[in-house]
């Protein structure tokens, strides 16, 4: 099983936009088949080191992770409301 966990910093965490983001993210749960978990969190703390949202998804297999990566709903419904709503992310995966 492989893990992949994304942490996204909003450019303007409102309300507003961290409740339309993570809608957005949610909004893959039975429209990708390949997600085994999904999981999305709002942090609490909003220290400075703090990022907004916490996504956490698992998969079968490296290659089921890169499938999803290009998945037209992933591709072209939710990557470009990160990119839009996101000033920074980050990434780690694992297996386990």
């Known amino acids: 099983m ?3 966990i994304v942490l996204f910093k909003l450019a303007e965490p409102t309300m507003e936009h ?3 983001t993570k809608n957005k993210l949610l909004s893959m749960d039975g429209k990708i ?3 085994r978990h999904l999981e999305v969190g709002v942090d609490v703390v909003r ?3 703090s990022y907004d949202i916490a ?3 698992r998969f079968d297999s490296l290659q089921d992770l890169q499938a999803y990566q290009v998945h ?3 591709a072209g419904e939710v990557v470009p409301h990160m990119k839009a709503f996101c000033s920074a ?3 780690v ?3 386990n």
């Open 72 to 74: 037209p709903y992933h």
């Open 18 to 20: 961290i409740e339309a």
């Open 47 to 49: 220290s400075e080191r």
């Open 33 to 35: 088949d390949l997600l």
């Open 93 to 95: 995966d694992y297996e």
């Open 2 to 4: 492989i893990t992949h």
């Open 55 to 57: 996504l956490t998804t």
């Open 89 to 91: 992310i980050v990434a």
